[in-house]
């Protein structure tokens, strides 16, 4: 029998959903998705806030409303309701920000419409949110948003601050070379967090 309480078994499961979510299997730097927008307007730290910013909002009311129907929606309308719900939400947050934010809104370009077919978006969906609860969903879309965002908002302020004095810095061969160099040094601590264990 184990010694830990339900509570602790809990915070124990929580913290390592976050674990995963930032590290171990962080959407962008471990499974990949969503690499077009993310390599597309990480060229200072703004925009790719603005970009995490709506891509976590929208995989939070996506994950919401497809846990709280997921009861209600047959399989043969599953995917093509899910893409109804993320591109409602994208419009509503392109409408605002071309309303409240038009500078930023010109920046983000295409590549904010184009949220609508990130994988990670709807892959929780799919995977996760419709056979959770509304909680648990809700929770999965800010544990992977976060993770998305962390590495979209780094990117673009290493690029930013590189692009003072390497002009590539801020052009689409950077935005390759400083991604994979961030996953060369994410692949470098987990090899040596490994040998760390072992030794």
């Known amino acids: 029998m184990s010694d ?20 171990d299997r962080n959407p962008a730097l471990v499974m990949l998705l969503g690499l077009c927008p993310l390599l597309a307007v990480s060229n200072s730290v703004i925009n790719g806030a603005a970009l995490a910013a709506a891509t976590l909002f929208t995989l939070c009311v996506s994950n919401t409303v497809i846990a709280a129907c997921r009861h209600y ?17 994208v419009t509503v947050i392109e409408q605002l920000m071309a ?12 590549f904010l419409p ?5 994988c990670l978006i709807l892959g929780r969906a799919e995977v996760y949110a419709r056979h959770h ?6 929770l999965d ?9 962390v590495v ?14 390497l002009l590539i810095a801020l052009l689409p061969p950077g935005a390759f070379i400083t991604l994979g160099l ?3 040094a994410k692949n470098a601590i987990d090899t040596y967090r490994e040998k760390r264990v072992q030794s």
């Not at 979209?152 to 004095?165: F, H």
């Open 182 to 184: 961030m996953l060369a």
């Open 133 to 138: 609860s509304v909680s648990d969903a809700l």
């Open 99 to 110: 309303a409240y934010a038009p500078a930023l809104h010109r920046s983000l370009g295409i």
């Open 152 to 165: 979209l908002i780094t990117l673009g302020a290493i690029r930013e601050w590189l692009g003072t004095t």
């Open 4 to 23: 830990q309480s339900p509570s602790q078994s809990q915070h124990e499961q929580r913290k390592q959903r976050w674990q995963d979510g930032l590290w």
């Open 73 to 89: 929606i047959i399989t043969s309308v599953r995917i093509p309701m899910s893409v109804l719900v993320i591109a409602g939400t």
């Open 141 to 149: 879309a800010l544990i992977m948003g976060a993770g998305f965002a």
């Open 114 to 118: 184009l949220i609508v077919t990130n």
